[in-house]
């Protein structure tokens, strides 16, 4: 709805414009006075489809004319001037057609106020934040830009920064150029505010608080323009510190009195208190139960120590009664190794000396 309603607000103020420029120079043969006196030109088509014939204008439309353009001398500048006109004459066919052309760009003017109403109770409702942020017009024109909302909100910073000046960033690119600073974010107040020094720096500030705002449109489940306001101001505080030096708050700060006021509006001042402060008491609780038993938890890790040692030690000395055992047990055994080993070494070595012999005689 955002999206078709930016789109069809866009071409009406093209017919408009046109139409009434059409207007102007249809009317001007006739009155050619009166465009210089108003300026705007809806209230141009009204006054035209009211006076019609100027040589029918006097005093007494002084009133009728003055509830139309809102000011009395404008009134009578129109009056007199009627009366010095150099317009030349009308008929009466040529009135015909001009009135109705003049009361179809009325018509026009007054749907697309409609329209524009109807964009700002959507924007309100969908996206509050940036729309508190940087106005209807320009978030629904990056809204409409990125698709959706959800788009949007996935875009990091600067890649909103130049959203809408992609033909300008691609032959950047190509041409080896300076890459674009913003794109439909130009058309915020704060860029036109900022210096031509400081265009740069204020539409990447800008750019970075309008997808944090969006972010929290898009994942907040309630709908506050808290966060929006709160970020405004800082791009405000921002615009001083360029122009005048005073250093802005941090965003930490800025961010804990959103909540603060948050929790405000919502009516939640004795229900979050509650919360918190059963949270610091069981906090405390714990941590006055960690502090009331750290001679306890000492003893009990003097004990498990201590069961540690002994169970360490026990194996050590049954290691050290099965050695004793086993040198016990084990020396006959290996004396009488040694022995059976002793008596057949002598064997072996009687048999050996009995073949040397042999062998010997052999030779």
């Excluded at 930016?6 to 420029?21: A, E, G, P, R, V």
């Excluded at 788009?151 to 033909?167: D, F, R, V, Y």
Aim: net charge positive; aromatic share 6%.
């Amino acid at each position: 709805m955002v999206i078709q309603a930016i789109f069809s607000l866009d071409t009406l103020d093209k017919d408009i414009n046109y139409f009434s420029m059409r207007v102007r120079e249809w009317y001007g043969y006739h009155f050619p006075e009166l465009v210089k006196i108003v300026n705007d030109n809806y209230l141009y088509a009204k006054i035209a489809k009211f006076v019609e014939n100027k040589s029918d204008l006097s005093e007494t439309h002084i009133l009728a004319l003055a509830d139309i353009v809102g000011d009395e001398d404008k009134a009578k500048d129109i009056v007199e001037a009627a009366k010095a006109s150099m317009g030349q004459d009308i008929s009466p066919i040529d009135l015909i057609n001009v009135q109705q052309f003049a009361q179809r760009v009325i018509n026009l003017s007054e749907h697309r106020k409609k329209l524009y109403d109807f964009l700002v109770t959507m924007m309100n409702d969908i996206a509050p934040n940036l729309t508190s942020l940087i106005g209807e017009v320009v978030g629904a024109r990056l809204i409409s830009h990125a698709g959706s909302l959800s788009n949007l909100a996935k875009c990091p910073a600067s890649t909103l920064q130049i959203l809408g000046a992609e033909k300008a960033l691609f032959r950047a690119l190509k041409t080896r150029g300076n890459t674009p600073k913003y794109g439909l974010i130009f058309h915020s107040s704060f860029i036109g505010r900022a210096s031509s020094r400081n265009k740069g720096r204020m539409a990447r500030y800008l750019a970075n608080k309008c997808s944090i705002a969006s972010r929290i449109d898009f994942f907040s489940e309630t709908n506050t323009t808290v966060f929006g306001e709160k970020l405004r101001e800082q791009v405000e505080e921002r615009l001083d510190f360029y122009d005048k030096g005073v250093a802005p708050r941090k965003n930490l700060d800025v961010m804990k009195a959103a909540l603060e006021s948050l929790t405000q509006e919502d009516g939640n001042k004795e229900e979050t208190p509650a919360k918190r402060s059963k949270k610091k008491k069981s906090k405390g609780e714990a941590d006055d139960g960690e502090v009331m038993d750290a001679d306890t938890s000492a003893d009990l890790g003097t004990e498990k120590k201590k069961k540690r040692k002994h169970k360490l030690e026990q194996p050590d000395e049954d290691m050290i009664k099965a050695a004793d055992g086993d040198v016990q047990k084990g020396t006959p055994k290996k004396k009488k190794k040694h022995e059976k080993d002793g008596d057949g070494d002598v064997k072996m070595g009687t048999e050996s000396k009995k073949k040397k012999k042999k062998s010997k005689s052999d030779e």
